[in-house]
């Protein structure tokens, strides 16, 4: 039942479940999405950084001088980086922009959805209130003639009673 109910709640995003996945549903789309993830976090960050400290060092040192000062080995990695990293980035977020405007899509037409819905519960509250209203007015009119018919004193009968000695 209750998948049923998650099923119903997502209507307005089936269409788009094809775009659940960055870089699509294969095995390319997976490692590449864990790549471009992996780019922004501290992790990453603070491991690249190592690294180039190691390599400056180890070369500044010369306990292994495979890249001397200019550090030319040690551009070319960075090139190379930047040369994958950039366009998966890109495609990592063109890919999110259009999921975003999928989803923000879906989205509006469920709020309009809901704004018909609350539409047609107003009409419908406000033709029930008119027919409390209606009840109300025959009760009230039914109540005034019942209490008329009942507290009020018949002319014969009230005559004989209030005829009588104080």
């Known amino acids: 039942m209750a998948n049923v109910e998650t099923q119903e709640h997502m209507r307005y995003h089936a269409a788009h479940a094809h775009l659940g996945t960055p870089f699509g549903g294969g095995w390319f789309g ?3 999405e864990r790549i471009a993830r992996f780019f922004g976090t501290p992790q990453y960050l603070i491991g690249q950084s190592l690294v180039v400290a190691l390599w400056v060092a180890s070369n500044v040192v010369a306990l292994f001088h495979f ?6 080995l040690l551009n070319l ?4 980086q930047a040369a994958y990293a950039a366009p998966l980035i890109l495609l990592a977020q063109t890919r999110q922009a259009e ?3 999928m989803w923000s899509d879906a989205d509006a037409r469920h709020r309009e959805e809901l704004a018909q819905n609350t539409i047609t519960l107003l009409e419908q509250n406000t033709d029930l209130t008119e027919q ?3 009840l109300s007015r025959q009760v009230r009119q039914l ?4 209490h008329g018919a009942v507290v009020m004193p018949r002319p014969e009968a009230g005559g ?3 005829g009588g000695s104080i």
């Open 132 to 134: 409390v209203a209606e």
């Open 77 to 80: 990695a960075f090139s190379l």
């Open 30 to 32: 997976a490692v590449a």
């Open 67 to 72: 890249d001397p000062y200019p550090f030319i």
């Open 99 to 101: 999921r975003d405007k």
């Open 143 to 146: 109540t005034a003639e019942i």
């Open 160 to 162: 004989a009673e209030r």
